[in-house]
């Protein structure tokens, strides 16, 4: 037989597959668990369900599952450009923020050039470079976070794209206004910024820059967002990049057709009206992070501080075992050694009943070690 993983083209056979966060299902079976019993803090999905305007939402538009949805997506383009202030010609549409990544790879890399990210970035960033035969320049991390200057000397003149997050998976970390203006001056004009903006809507005041300030300045910034965190709509999977007219353009000469759902495109309408839902979402996270901080302080554990909804901990050992001991107390958290963080492990902001749980569990583990 042919050897199809020789066939690939080196950047694929490169690859490691996306490992999601463990499965409660798959936990309850591998440990005869009741599902029921088990807390999942691995995600970053949001702890309080989809908001009962969502629910009904999606429940008028169950009777339509027999026609194709909006491939042009119109609806929720203007509800996101009256949002966001644009126009709708500068709204693409993605399944998933991760859609969008793989649209802008796509639209932009080839064998030849390169992508800049940063060391302890999201893992979608390489896999989409490589898998389009792109050069992926992974630049060492300050702190944990994205060091901006050095980010800005390692593009060269193949850099298409550098991917910025803030604030970033999975360590949590962000920049400041400054430093993201200083960032978009400095950048060579023919290079796109892919500002992944995930978790904006977690930051409050002025903790955080926002993208959207900077895109009438900077024709070469794209702002990727998602409905998936704190609109609680993982399952649906509805992203948005804001651009310019011309890189939305680009972007959707490859994005597929139809490659939002029906019920994607009404859920996401109708969160966009729930002001009160988004409120509740960032109060429960910050009274979450602050039970998780105070009860890594208790436990003489350290933590990296983060503007998203979860927190990284630094268990000062490899942190492997302590996953698998969490597991066995039905706790299923996110290890991310894959991101070169063998010490750490990341927990998503639950419910404070899922985050005295985990301290809980973390506690007993722990000690047995």
Known sequence: MSDFLALAQSGVQQLSPYVPGKPVDELARELNLDPASIVKLASNENPLGASPKVREAIANELAELTRYP???????????????????????????????????????????????????????????????????????????????????????????????????????????????????RDVPSDVLVVLDEAYIEYATGGDLPDGLDYLAEFPNLLVSRTFSKAYGLAALRVGYALSSPVIADVLNRVRQPFNVNSLALAAACAALTDSDYLAKSRELNEFGMQQLENGCRELGLGWIPSKGNFLCIDLGRVAAPVFQGLLQEGVIVRPVANYGMPQHLRVTIGLPTENARFLEALSKVLARA
């Open 70 to 184: 909006d491939g042009n997506g119109f609806e929720l383009k203007a509800r996101l450009a009256e949002r966001c202030r644009v126009q709708a010609n500068q709204v693409t549409l993605g399944n998933g923020s991760n859609d969008i990544l793989e649209l802008v790879a796509r639209a932009y890399l080839a064998p030849g050039l390169n992508a800049v990210f940063s060391e302890h970035a999201f893992a979608v960033y390489p896999i989409v470079t490589q898998a389009v035969g792109a050069q992926a320049r992974v630049v060492a991390a300050k702190e944990w976070g994205h060091d901006l200057p050095a980010m800005l000397a390692a593009i060269d003149a193949n850099t298409r794209i550098v991917f910025v997050a803030n604030p970033n998976n999975p360590t949590g970390t962000w920049f400041n206004a400054q430093a993201l203006q200083a960032f978009l």
